[in-house]
């Protein structure tokens, strides 16, 4: 009825207005909402995103919750994040799914191989902290981690708080597992990620300037170190878990492996994709959109 044409138009533009400023992509809004709301602004997602197949899905899978998860898409994104974008995340401030998937304190002689045995079938690439002790420990596991596409990343040597050391003994905790993933893989750590989460801004910042790593926090902790059982670990991510997120896990704890399958698979549901944090960094927008197209940065 041309009547209610107006109506009806309203109807969609408040409704796709409401799941755009809310956030709401992820599985709030209607079907014929999510089609709408889910088509990223034009020229929002960067040249290196690689075409996603369907022309009206440019950004989301379709949340499906039957049937297999599918598996992670192939990317080829850019890794190569400004250093002057900032000293300490625990996200990234965007509106396409992408979030990072981190796993500390490994390589774990079992737990490890099990985890990446997992994250190969489905396509997903991670980030490791890896303790240097340990790389020094398992240096095939730890080149088996970099070969699989994941990213490595440095969790300090002895796994101490670093609040509590000198400038010196942070600054040999830092060398000496960066020269150890070298030694292992080839290559160089690109962050780093404080045991306990704990370290002091000037710390942050001198690290910053010396080694070049920015400080990764995390914005979804699961506390899977309480080890609350897999199924726990499982909803407290898929309940927390937004764009532009870095998610805890530790790969030292079987139960956390075990909770990686239904959370992967989860969050492939809900059209998440998973890239690594270096990956996740370099989507970080500008502070100016407007300039950012005109200064060709
Ligand atoms: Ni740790």
């Known amino acids: 009825m041309p009547s209610n044409l107006p109506a009806i138009l309203m109807k969609s533009t408040i409704a796709l207005l409401a799941c755009t400023v809310l956030g709401m992509g992820l599985g709030s809004c209607s079907n014929a909402d ?61 509106s396409q799914p992408y979030v990072a998937l981190t796993f500390d304190d490994g390589p774990h002689p079992q737990n490890t191989p099990r985890l990446l045995d997992l994250l190969r079938e489905r396509n997903v690439k991670a980030t490791f902290y890896v303790i240097g002790r340990n790389v020094d420990l398992y240096p095939a596991i730890t080149r088996r981690i970099v070969a699989e596409g994941h990213e490595i990343g440095n969790h300090t040597y002895t796994h101490r708080n670093m609040t509590k050391l000198s400038d010196d003994a942070v600054r040999e905790e830092m060398t000496k597992t960066r020269d150890a993933i070298a030694r292992a893989t080839g290559v160089q750590p690109r962050t780093m990620r ?49 764009p532009g997120a870095i998610i805890l896990a530790h790969d030292l704890h079987a139960p956390t492996v075990d909770a990686m399958p239904g959370t992967v698979d989860g969050l492939l549901r809900k059209g998440y994709k998973f890239v690594t944090v270096s990956q996740l960094l370099a989507m970080k927008p500008s502070e100016s959109p407007a300039q950012a197209s005109t200064s060709g940065e």
């Open 34 to 94: 999510k089609q709408e709301a889910a088509a990223p602004t034009p020229g929002a997602e960067t040249e290196t995103v690689a075409p996603v197949k369907s022309p009206q899905n440019r950004g989301y899978q379709t949340p499906t919750t039957r049937g297999p998860a599918p598996r992670n898409p192939d990317m080829n994104l850019s890794a190569n994040f400004s250093r002057s974008s900032g000293v300490t995340f625990s996200r990234v401030p965007i």
């Open 194 to 242: 404080p045991p306990y989460g704990a370290l002091l801004q000037r710390q942050r910042e001198w690290i910053h300037s010396e080694f070049g790593y920015p400080t990764i926090m995390w914005a979804v902790d699961p506390r899977d170190w309480q080890r609350p059982g897999p199924s726990v670990v499982t909803s407290r991510i898929l309940a927390s878990t937004t």
